[in-house]
C-alpha cells in the first residue's frame, strides 16, 4: 500500500462522483423530502429545521454539489455539507471525506478506477456546465422578449390601479412612471405543487418590472393581478403571485433615480459619481413607497432579502452609501439575513443604514397606507 496526497479539488472531484449517496447521506431524507430539476429537498442537516422547501442540495447539473439555505442564507459546496452535516470545520470535513472515499491508503489499480471516475464526473460536470449556459441565456432572452411585449404606459392599467388600491402607491405624485415597470395584459402563469406534483397553469394580468446586473438586463419580475369582488384590483389569487423569469442573483430592480446634483432626473446607476448613496428595499411596492416619501435619491428594489446581500459584490463601485428599508419582521432568520446584507456591503467598502419605519405594519408600504387611511404617518 502506498500512501498518496491529494488537494482540495482532487477530493471534491471524487466526492462529486458521488454526490448523489453523500447529499442523501450527510442531509438525510425525511417524511416530505423530494427532488425537482436536480435539486434534493430536505431538512437543514446543521439547524433545526421544522420544514422541507427552503434547504436543497443540486444533485445533478452544472452546480452539482452545491448547497442552499433561503431561510438563513448560508450556502456552500460538497465539503462544507459534511462540515455543515457533522458540525465541524474544513479540515474535520477533510478527514470525513478521505475516510469516505477511503483515501488513507489505497493501491495503484484502486487509485486509477478513482481517478477515471473522478475525471469523468468533472468532464459531465463540464458539459452540463456549458449547457446550463446556454439556458440561462435562453431564459434571459425570453424574460427580456417578455418585458419589451408589455405596455410601456401603466397610467389607467390595472398595474396603476393595483399600485394605487391595494398597496397605496399613486405615482401620480411622482410626476413620472419609473421606466423599469410595465403593463402585459395577459401573462402566462405556471405553478407547480412541489409535494404533489399538480401542475396549474392561466393567463392573468401582471406588473412587469425589469431586472438589471452588471451586464445589463438579467431577468423579468412578474406580480401577477386580478379584479376582487370589491372591484379593486390585487395580486391573483395563486399559490406564488410574484415569479422571476431570468436570472435574479446580484441583479435589482432599478425603480427610481432621484435627482440630480444640478437638479433634474440623475444619470443612470451605471454612470453613477463617485459618492453615490441609494435605498435599497426588498420589494417594488417599499422602494416605490420610499420613492413617495423621499423622491430626491435614489431608489433599488432587491426581489429578496437574501439578493440584498448579493448586490453587494454587484452594485457600480462608486456606489458608497447603503440604506437598507427593512421589515418589521421579528423572526430570527429574517434578522439574520438582514445581518448578512449589512456584513455583506460593509465587505465592499460600502457605509450601510438601516431605514425601519417606526409605524406599525410589516413593512414600509404598510406605514405608508396606515398614513393615506388616517393613521400615522410614515417617515
Known sequence: MTRHSYSIDEIKDRLLARVGELAYHYAPAVQGSYEDKGRYFTLNPGRVDR??????VYVSGPKAGKWRDHATGQYGDILDLIALSLGTDLAGALREARAVLGLSHEDHATRRQREKAA?????????????????????????????????????????????????????????????????????????????????????????????????????????????????????????????????????????????????????????CPPGTALFLAEGIEDALSAALLLPEARHLAAYSLGNMAALAGTLPANVATVTLIADQDEGAEARAALDRAVAAHQRAGRSVRIWRNGHGGKDLNDALRAAAQGGKGAA
Not at 420544514?51 to 436543497?56: E, H, N
Not at 390601479?161 to 395577459?186: F, H, K, N, T
Open 119 to 271: 475525471a469523468e464526473a468533472k468532464a459531465r460536470r463540464r458539459q452540463a456546465e456549458a449547457d446550463a449556459k446556454a439556458e440561462a441565456e435562453r431564459r434571459r432572452g425570453s424574460a427580456l422578449r417578455l418585458f419589451l411585449s408589455a405596455r410601456e404606459r401603466i397610467a389607467g392599467t390595472p398595474v396603476a390601479r393595483y399600485l394605487a388600491d391595494a398597496r397605496g402607491v399613486d405615482l401620480s405624485r411622482l410626476g413620472r412612471q419609473p421606466r423599469a415597470i410595465r403593463y402585459l395584459p395577459e401573462c402566462f402563469y405556471r405553478h407547480m405543487d412541489p409535494e404533489t406534483g399538480e401542475v396549474m397553469e392561466a393567463r392573468y394580468p401582471a406588473m412587469l418590472a425589469s431586472m438589471t446586473g452588471p451586464r445589463g438586463f438579467a431577468a423579468v419580475h412578474r406580480t401577477y393581478l386580478a379584479l376582487g369582488p370589491d372591484g379593486r384590483w390585487g395580486k391573483a389569487p395563486v399559490p406564488k403571485a410574484k415569479k422571476v423569469l431570468g436570472d435574479p442573483a446580484g441583479a435589482w430592480i432599478p425603480l427610481w433615480r432621484g435627482v440630480g446634483p444640478r437638479g433634474g432626473l440623475a444619470c443612470p446607476l451605471s454612470d
Open 51 to 56: 420544514r422541507v422547501g427552503s434547504f436543497y
